[in-house]
T-cell receptor
């Protein structure tokens, strides 16, 4: 079984400030972990993924995430928020043998001008 | 743009009617997934295909739902006798093991 918990359904940051979105996972097998972004009335766009190589993963638009096995976490960060980052962000886990993505409930990111 | 397309993008139907959605992944995607997303929630798995074989179905997929991928390329998802609770975004994703690329989704509204 696998699951994802995203802490904070809503996060607000000022433009130019650090973005930190939290994700904790549970998996009975070594996981693959993903962050997706969703803009209103659109599908999900892959930001980055962890597939058991480097623990610090860099994605598009200066986002990055660090896999910490001891903390079962995969938090998403961006050094400087931009107005265009306002969207819904989903963390997801994949476990081989359970051949599908299991998503968290999402975090809505608001950028304050 | 992931190259995965879905049609229609929006569908409004009356309760009790049947609806069918289509998903076209790119040719390299031997796996095709369907997810459902309701307001304020993350996507939930419905079913997936490896080529033309339907390998897994969620318990969310009631008897009113059926999915096909007849030639291992495009896929259709049909909902019979729609209910208001079926109102959601239906997302299709193509890819391989551990990797999925999503289409823009079909938003279904049942009135």
């Amino acid at each position: 079984a696998q699951s994802v918990t995203q802490l904070g359904s809503h996060v607000s940051v000022s433009e130019g400030a650090l973005v930190l979105l939290r994700c904790n996972y549970s998996s009975s097998v070594p996981p693959y972990l993903f962050w997706y972004v969703q803009y209103p009335n659109q599908g999900l766009q892959l930001l980055l993924k962890y597939t058991s190589a480097a623990t610090l993963v860099k994605g598009i638009n200066d986002f990055e995430a660090e896999f910490k096995k001891s903390e079962t976490s995969f938090h998403l960060t961006k050094p400087s928020a931009h107005m265009s980052d306002a969207a819904e962000y989903f963390c997801a886990v994949w476990g081989f043998g359970n051949e599908k993505l299991t998503f968290g409930t999402g975090t809505r990111l608001t950028i304050i001008p | 743009d992931t190259g995965v397309s879905q049609d229609p993008r929006h569908k409004i139907t009356k309760r009790g009617q049947n609806v069918t959605f289509r998903c076209d992944p790119i040719s390299e995607h031997n796996r095709l997934y369907w997810y459902r997303q309701t307001l304020g929630q993350g996507p939930e798995f419905l079913t997936y295909f490896q080529n033309e074989a339907q390998l897994e179905k969620s318990r969310l997929l009631s008897d009113r739902f059926s999915a096909e991928r007849p030639k291992g390329s495009f896929s259709t998802l049909e909902i019979q006798r729609t209910e208001q609770g079926d109102s959601a975004m239906y997302l299709c994703a193509g890819g391989g093991p551990g990797e999925q690329y999503f289409g823009p989704g079909t938003r279904l509204t049942v009135t």
